[in-house]
């Protein structure tokens, strides 16, 4: 095997076709970095939608007296369990009393607690760091998101009236077949097994028919990150993650999903979407086997995503913990007057340069293994890259 790969999600997946040195660098190198403000908000959103999600799951799942209006009779009340200690028990007595404002504000509370003031930009400086933080990741924007999605016409997408399956129904399933095999050695262990699928579910819902309909928010805008130009149905028809959550739930989880609905809550828009199970499987075969074959990891020739979102074209090795590169960091440029400056590589550039080494005999000098063990994030090992 020349680029491992012991397991997909839709993220590495979709990277991978989108340019595969940065898919190497980010699950191979381990060289991640810390989320932006967009992912902070949408960590946020997705937050306080699962936890909407939770309390009709909980209440739809109670046995209790109700009167003939349907509301519940004495006192009782249910409580949803939220991942942080401080924020743990709530209860409602009824889902759709719940004050959704005060929901999103202490989510929100809780979120930006965990920020490091010292990431946010100069732009968003403030006079306290809490301030700053909040500047960068704007509370109304978050509340402008939800209040989209709740309120949206036809259809409502408000998870406390829907008959709610699963929420962030996390996955990982084994492929048995005969072509998702791998087998290499990594500093002198041997990894093989079968190729797993992981991933995690925004919400699968119940329809009247007894079939189910997966859901995926989306906080952000459909653009095409390459072009700039708004995505069709055709591009979400052939989207591989929203394809790979199709395939996991029929083939594998046992459900029958009839659907999946993609919600833009900033555009109050939706797609319903429809997948092939083989043509999806034989995407995921391609991948795996590309990637198998591969011992030089093509950079995407868009530059405009290299340029606006890439953060291993945007940033030096200086701010991840990896072990000394074999090469100089450094090297001479002139810019367009002349002036002669030194620069450093990109990391998608310094990651390039081991693989575009060659000898005398214009052989490829470094593997991909071979440049893990070079230059990999110094606690990143195969058994944290097959385990997560």
């Known amino acids: 095997m020349t680029v491992p790969c012991t397991y997909l999600r839709s993220s590495s997946a979709t990277q991978w076709e989108s340019c595969q040195l940065s898919c190497y660098i980010n699950h191979c190198l381990g060289v991640r970095y810390p989320s932006g403000p967009a992912a902070h908000a949408g960590s946020i959103t997705h937050e306080v939608l699962e936890i909407l999600a939770n309390c009709k799951k909980i209440q739809q799942e109670d046995c209790y007296d109700v009167n ?5 009779v004495g006192e009782t009340k249910y409580y949803y369990q939220h991942s942080r200690s401080t924020y743990l028990h709530r209860g409602f007595n009824n889902v759709n009393e719940i004050d959704v404002d005060k929901l999103i504000q202490d989510v929100y509370e809780l979120h930006i607690q965990d920020i490091n003031p010292a990431r946010v930009p100069k732009t968003y400086q403030r006079k306290t760091p809490e301030a700053s933080v909040r500047a960068w990741i704007p509370l109304k924007k978050i509340q ?9 016409k036809p259809r409502s997408f408000d998870p406390r009236g829907m008959d709610v399956y699963a929420t962030e129904h996390k996955f990982d399933v084994e492929v048995k077949e005969p072509w998702s095999k791998y087998h290499f050695t990594f500093k002198n262990k041997e990894y ?3 190729l797993r699928l992981k991933g995690s579910i925004d919400l699968i819902t119940r329809l009247p028919d007894g079939t189910f309909e997966i859901l995926d928010w989306k906080s952000g805008v459909s653009d095409n990150l390459a072009t ?15 394809g790979l959550y199709w395939l996991v739930c029929r083939k594998y989880l046992g459900l029958d999903v009839s659907h999946i609905t993609v919600i833009f809550m900033n555009e109050q828009s939706c797609y319903t979407l429809f997948f092939d199970d083989e043509l999806v499987m034989n995407r995921i075969k391609f991948i795996f086997e590309e990637m198998k074959s591969c011992t030089l990891p093509k950079k995407t020739t868009c530059e405009n ?17 990896t072990k000394p590169l074999v090469r100089a960091r450094e090297y001479n440029w002139v810019n367009e007057v002349g002036l002669n400056v030194v620069k450093k590589y990109k990391i998608c550039g310094q990651t390039s340069l081991y693989f575009n080494q060659a000898n005398e005999q214009g052989r490829q000098l470094y593997s991909p293994l071979e440049i893990m063990e070079s230059i990999a994030r110094i606690e990143h090992n195969l058994d944290e890259y097959v385990n997560t």
């Open 68 to 72: 003939e209006t349907g509301e519940p």
């Open 144 to 152: 402008t998101s939800i209040n989209n999605l709740l309120t949206m």
């Open 192 to 194: 093989k097994g079968n």
């Open 228 to 242: 700039g130009e708004k995505k069709t149905y055709e591009d979400y028809a052939s989207d591989l993650q929203l």
């Open 305 to 321: 995503y290299c340029f606006r979102y890439c953060p291993y074209f945007k940033n030096s090795f200086d701010d991840v913990k």
